[in-house]
């Protein structure tokens, strides 16, 4: 094993109660219903379009609606992303193992590319990433494989050499659809069942069993 993907919100950053937060007051500012921390969970992992589309009462998620409530989103969220934000506990001692131990990471996220950005250089300035990716305008968004294939041909992995490391189905969709092994965490914004369901090949309850997965002698570094 070569390379670790990363998703990010969910996997190496809580960042739910900022986008709940942001969506929440844009929801307000136009006059429709907000809704719960909780209900954000199953509304984020698709991009920040369908966070919007999702948080809409379904006669008012149109097109134009979702624009214009997608642009005002933005504004608001990069004014604020931070407030709440923090790393899981565990990651940054797993990604300075993974770094001193030689491995390649890399995030690949469905965030837009603007706001993965500076998310990465505020909580993990530390770290040296491998590549960075975000939802770039003209690519599908996961769990379409296009991020991970875009990964391994930058970086130079063949698929049997990759893990990819998220909290939801998009995630493990996204691995599968890649031909790489889906490593599934418990402690994100989904259940555990729904990454048995679609396809984890191991499922860890704290980062640093991911290190223990890696160093078992059938997927040590090669």
């Not at 969506?23 to 966070?51: D, W």
Request: hydrophobic share 40%.
């Amino acid at each position: 094993m070569k390379l670790i993907i990363f998703d990010l919100d969910g996997t190496l950053l809580d960042t739910l109660q900022d986008l709940g937060d942001s969506c929440n007051a844009i929801l307000e500012q136009y006059g429709y219903p907000t809704h719960p921390l909780e209900s954000y969970k199953k509304f984020v992992g698709n991009g920040v379009r369908m966070l919007i589309e999702r948080a809409l009462p379904q006669d008012a998620s149109t097109d134009d609606i979702i624009t214009h409530l997608l642009s005002a989103f933005k504004k608001y969220y990069e004014e604020k992303a931070g407030s709440h934000t923090k790393p899981y506990a565990g990651i940054i001692q797993l990604l300075q193992d993974l770094q001193s131990s030689g491995y390649l990471i890399s995030i690949a996220s469905n965030k837009y590319h603007e706001a993965v950005l500076p998310l990465v250089a505020k909580y993990f300035s530390e770290f040296s990433f491998d590549l960075i990716l975000g939802h770039r305008n003209g690519h599908p968004a996961k769990p379409d494989p296009d991020i991970v294939f875009d990964t391994l041909n930058i970086l130079n992995v063949q698929p049997d050499d990759c893990f990819y490391v998220g909290d939801s189905s998009v995630d493990m969709d996204t691995a599968n659809n890649a031909g790489v092994q889906a490593i599934g965490v418990s402690w994100g914004f989904r259940e555990v069942e729904e990454l048995k369901r679609h396809g984890a090949t191991f499922i860890i309850d704290e980062p640093k069993q991911l290190m223990d997965i890696l160093t078992s002698s059938s997927l040590s570094l090669q």
